[in-house]
């Protein structure tokens, strides 16, 4: 087991502890007890914890109150699944001394957090991510938020977690699909942050899809180190943080576009497709880079190119109502080599004329 903390210096909460480990989940509630001793729990999850059997793993034979989200997955994440987390609160007489726990994937723990933050004005959360997107990327940094009828994260806050509890064998229970999808933020990560870690990703592609515990320990590691050093230094995404979001800004586009039908991860792999084919157009890129990355995609058996039902003009009009656009428009994270972010003028997302994404995506 490995222990890990996360200083935000911006709140009030200077710090908070990341547990991974395997086969710790049975194990957990007297940590979280121990931790959180003066507050009621609140446990928000989803239908598919339940028939894997994970929150029954977690809460062994406490009756502790729980919401389950149903149907599991984007279609409830909106405010109406956050008004009836809410709303399921307050009939259990909740208040301002609760720890609401998220113990499921990304979707839960984003629609948990979110309720977390406005709940009372506000009550600390614990994640429990449960798949390859939430352990490596959403359970760690406090971005929460829900969707609108017209674009990703509408309504959403930053709200640190208290703690996050990593247990690499929940990965073992999810179809093979979403594990691999999920993969791509470690990948992103790598690309961002670590050649060393790309490199070892490269190296061990085969445990890594076999699940091998202490190879999946291993990426929780790199993935959570890459994570808090970035949300450290820009917790409010005012400026490095954006590096994040590699891939992402063609990646919602597309995802959103598919009406959801493309995981998240299989849309940011196409995202990141494209943005190394932008960094070619800038001439920052390099085609060896754009194989070497394309390679490792094809190897998680996640989509490089476009659907061929998804069309630039609506891709266009998505990416304008961008949640970082300004002026319609949004600034792009770029490469400038495997592991190492583009900065111009000390920025770390940069302007894109549309006139090259359009092309891009023409080419994808």
Known sequence: MAELTVKIPEVKAESYKITIGAQILSSLWPKIESQFPAFNKFVVTDENLVSTGHLKELLGKRDIPTFVISPPGEISKNTNTVIAIIEAMEKAALGRDTLVIALGGGTVGDIAGFAAAIFKRGVPIAHIPTTTVAQADSSIGGKTGVDSSISKNAFGAFWQP???????????????????????????????????????????????????????????????????????????????????????????????????????????????????????????????????IKNILEKLAVPTEMPQKVQKETLIELIKRDKKAINKWPKFVLLDKLGAVHVSQDKWAIDVPQDVVEKVLEKI
Do not use: M
Not at 198 to 203: M, P, Q, R, S, T
Not at 215 to 232: G, H, S
Not at 234 to 256: C, F, M, W
């Open 162 to 292: 208290a703690a996050v509890y990593i247990d690499v064998e929940t990965l073992k229970t999810l179809p093979d699909r979403e594990y691999r999808a999920g993969l791509v933020e470690s990948v992103k990560h790598a690309l961002i942050a670590d050649s060393k870690y790309f490199a070892f990703f490269e190296g061990n592609i085969e445990a890594i899809l076999e699940r091998e515990p202490k190879v999946l320990e291993e990426i929780a590691e790199f993935n959570c180190r890459i994570k808090a050093n970035v949300v450290e230094a820009d917790p409010t995404e005012k400026n490095q943080r954006r590096i994040l979001n590699y891939g992402h800004t063609i990646g919602h586009a597309v995802e959103s576009a598919s009406g959801y039908e493309l995981l998240h991860g299989e849309a940011v792999a196409i995202g990141i497709i494209g943005a190394a084919f932008i960094e070619i157009e800038l001439g920052i890129g390099s085609k060896k880079r754009l194989t070497r």
